[in-house]
């Protein structure tokens, strides 16, 4: 099978240049592993590791030491094993744990408000993380497993639920913000041009986004509008972190459908290549809650770090 991808000159053009965007931070960007000695700094994190440890033999997704995600300010051994870095590995991802993360729980979450435009949005200049993806693929959903409500964030079977920007803060210090899908067919023409406009806005112009969180739905094929904002995002430089979504669903494989993990395989291959550095990605499932304490965990230290810098 053929996909069709845009993903125009990222590779050179814009990853190998310096930046311009007005983020504070660039996750994604930083040059791929540096090689020096691990600073014993990893083991200060107040998070409990033990139970991130993950034995060989369950792991989702062959890692090569290339492919972790190495946060700012984490160096790793030039003779290191992926197997000696496991336990510093967060569970069903390529992401290595810093210093920075610490602070993770959720104790109070709230319901702010909606936004259309990004002028509109919250002003208190805390960090925040965006939820984006295809319509449906459970941006709502994974909020609510983050804050453990049943229906902080609405979600629904009918794709389209979610239609303006809606920022819930989080332990009166960081947001979560849910978004309206994309790609959604059934949507009017000028919704989903308005949905462009609007949420390409508050990416490019909202300065206190720490990360965007990208969905992708690992119980299908990888879908060429996917590959296409992963794409986008890319190329405007916006830090960004792919999650898996409904990895707790396995078609069985007679029937032809691919494992979660076939899937995830297959969307990173698609898009490596066309990113200096392996982006950070996590395997969630809203329903099981996998991946829920690894995503808050990333969120922490991506947000620590944001907030030191
Ligand atoms: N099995 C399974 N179903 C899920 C998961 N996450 C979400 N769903 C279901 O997928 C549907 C869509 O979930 P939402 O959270 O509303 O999706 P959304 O991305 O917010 O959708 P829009 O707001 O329309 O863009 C609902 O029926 C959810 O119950 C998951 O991890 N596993
Ligand atoms: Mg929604």
């Given at each position: 099978m053929v996909v069709l991808l845009h993903l125009p000159r990222l590779h050179s053009a814009v990853f190998l240049t310096k930046s311009l965007s007005p983020y504070k931070t660039h996750f994604n960007l930083i040059p791929?592993?540096?090689?020096?000695?691990?600073?014993?700094?990893l083991s200060t994190t107040s998070e409990p590791t033990h139970n991130l440890t993950l034995p060989e033999e369950e792991t989702p997704v062959q890692i090569s030491l290339e492919k972790l995600f190495v946060p700012p300010e984490t160096d790793v051994p030039s003779d290191a094993s992926t197997l000696s870095l496991r336990s510093r590995i967060l569970k069903g991802s390529n992401i290595l744990l810093s210093k920075y993360a610490r602070d993770a729980q959720v104790m109070q979450a709230e319901f702010v408000k909606s936004s259309v435009k990004t002028q509109d949005c919250p002003s208190d200049g805390f960090p925040e993380f965006a939820l984006v993806g295809r319509s449906n693929v459970g941006k709502s959903s994974l909020l609510n497993s983050l804050v453990r409500r049943k229906r902080l964030a609405l979600t629904s079977k009918k794709p389209g639920k979610t239609q303006c920007i809606n920022h819930f803060r989080i332990n009166d210090s960081w947001f979560l913000v849910d978004l309206p899908g994309y790609g959604y067919a059934a949507a009017p023409h000028e919704l989903r041009i308005d949905w462009q406009k609007f949420t390409k806005d508050y990416f490019l112009n909202r300065p206190t986004l720490v990360s965007v969180f990208l969905l992708i739905d690992a119980s299908i094929p990888a879908k060429p509008i996917d590959l296409e904002y992963a794409s986008w995002l890319g190329e405007n430089q916006i830090p960004m972190t792919l999650i898996f979504t409904k990895c707790d669903?396995?078609?069985?494989?007679?029937?032809?459908?691919?494992?979660?993990?076939?899937?995830?395989?297959d969307f990173l291959d698609l898009i490596r290549g066309f990113f200096q550095a392996e982006p950070p990605w996590i395997m969630t499932s809203s329903v099981t809650n996998q991946g829920r304490d690894e995503i808050l965990l990333h969120m922490a230290q991506l947000r620590n770090y944001w907030l030191k810098h």
């Open positions: 791929k592993l540096r090689r020096h000695v691990i600073k014993s700094t669903k396995r078609k069985k494989k007679k029937n032809g459908g691919k494992r979660p993990e076939e899937n995830v395989n």
